[in-house]
Structures are given as C-alpha cells and as structure tokens.
C-alpha cells in the first residue's frame, strides 16, 4: 500500500522560495505508470492543482503558477518535491502531494498524502 | 482554462437520501473528470474516475454520469460517513481545474 507524507518548512517569508519533499513509502517511484502531484487549498476555500511531474522528467504545470513553479522526482531518494519561489500572502495554504494513476483514460489522482500546512509571513 | 461550476454549493439532507450534485464544464471535457470526497482536516479521497467508473473500494452508493460539459455525482441512499464535501476535477486539458465544491450536512 503506497503512502506519501509531505515534509518542509511551516512558515516561509514573503519574497523566499518554498520548498516542500513528499516521502514514498510501500512502493518504489519509478515503478509504474504514475505522475507525481502536487495540490493546494487555502483555509476555508477550495483546492488548487498546481502540477505534476512523471518520472522522466516530463512536467506539466498550472499556467497561473507557470513562472515560480518546479517540481522534480528524485528517484534514488524516493520523493519527489515541489519548489515555489516568490511567494506572498496568497500562497499560504494546505499543501497535498498526490499520486496520479492511469485509469482508462486519464491519470488520476488516487493516493494523497495527509498535507502540511505552509504559511507565508514575516 | 476550462472552468468549472458545481450546484448546489450546499445542501441539506438526511440519512437515506438519494443525493445528486452537478459539475457543469465551461467547454467539453469528453468523459476525462473526477469526483474526490473530502472531509474536514482530511485529503480528498477519488470516487469516480473517467466520469462513471466507480474506484476501487468506494461503496456501490456513488454513481457518476455524463459526459461532455455536464455531469453528475449521485448517492443513492447517503450514510452518515458521506456527510463531506464534493469537488469534481477536469483533466482532459491543462490546468486540471477542480470544482468550487458541494458541502453536503446533515438536516
């Protein structure tokens, strides 16, 4: 059963670049047919995808967050990680890293990790 | 970016209710969309994938339907589990925007 846990800092300053890791456990990354995910969700409010990464390398990002997003798979590490520069106030949220699935058509989201909370401030 | 819009945003029901949400696409997304369950302080949880198919291990009560621009999530007879609240995800093109999401409480 493959589980995922997110890992970083809880409190980033505005202007810094966030930086959070998500731990695969029960299952190797690179096996498969899976893209590697990351979700977010202010408080109170709905969720936000900001993009995927598949284990090649091959990346696809949410064109709102294009310019200040990377996310990469380490697969000697089992993780994978998201990085977002320049962040504000708006930023601040629940952070979810997912695995997404080939079903039938499409790559689905079918394991989440718990989330971490990040908050942007001074 | 494909929007998406679900109604209600709220709803009041009782345990036995037969329960339908719609998720309507600002254009067409074939059958490439999702349902996820999600409960306060928890990770969405997939219900339904490719608009109908029932994922492994969710109760034979969820049913989805539609395909195109318009779309249905049902509970045939709701639980006390199944007080939540729903969002639909388009993926057939980028971003794979979510629905606002449906809170469904107890009346």
């Not at chain 1, 980033?12 to 029960?26: A, E, F, I, R």
């Not at chain 2, 045939?76 to 995800?89: G, K």
């Amino acid at each position: 059963q493959v589980q995922l846990q997110e890992s970083g800092p809880g409190l980033v300053k505005p202007s810094q670049t966030l930086s959070l890791t998500c731990t695969v456990s029960g299952g190797s990354i690179s096996s498969g047919s899976h893209y590697w995910s990351w979700i977010r969700q202010p408080a109170g409010k709905g969720l936000e995808w900001i993009g995927r990464s598949y284990t090649s390398g091959s990346t696809n990002y949410n064109p709102s967050l294009k310019s200040r997003v990377t996310i990469s798979v380490d697969m000697s590490k089992n993780q994978f990680s998201l990085k977002l520069s320049s962040v504000t106030a708006a930023d601040t949220a629940v952070y979810y890293c997912a695995r997404a699935n080939f079903r039938l058509l499409h790559y689905y989201m079918d394991v989440w990790g718990k989330g971490t909370t990040v908050t942007v401030s001074s | 970016a494909i929007q998406l819009t679900q109604s209600p945003s709220s709803l009041s029901a009782s345990v036995g209710d037969r329960v339908t949400i719609t998720c309507r696409a600002s254009q067409g997304i074939n059958s490439g969309l999702a349902w996820y369950q999600q409960k306060p302080g928890k990770a969405p949880k997939l219900l339904i994938y490719d608009a109908s198919s029932l994922e492994s291990g969710v109760p034979s009560r969820f049913s989805g339907s539609g395909s195109g621009t318009d779309f249905t999530l049902t509970i045939s007879s709701l639980q006390p589990e199944d007080f939540a609240t729903y969002y639909c995800q388009q993926f057939n093109s980028y971003p794979h925007t979510f629905g606002p999401g449906t809170k469904v409480d107890i009346k």
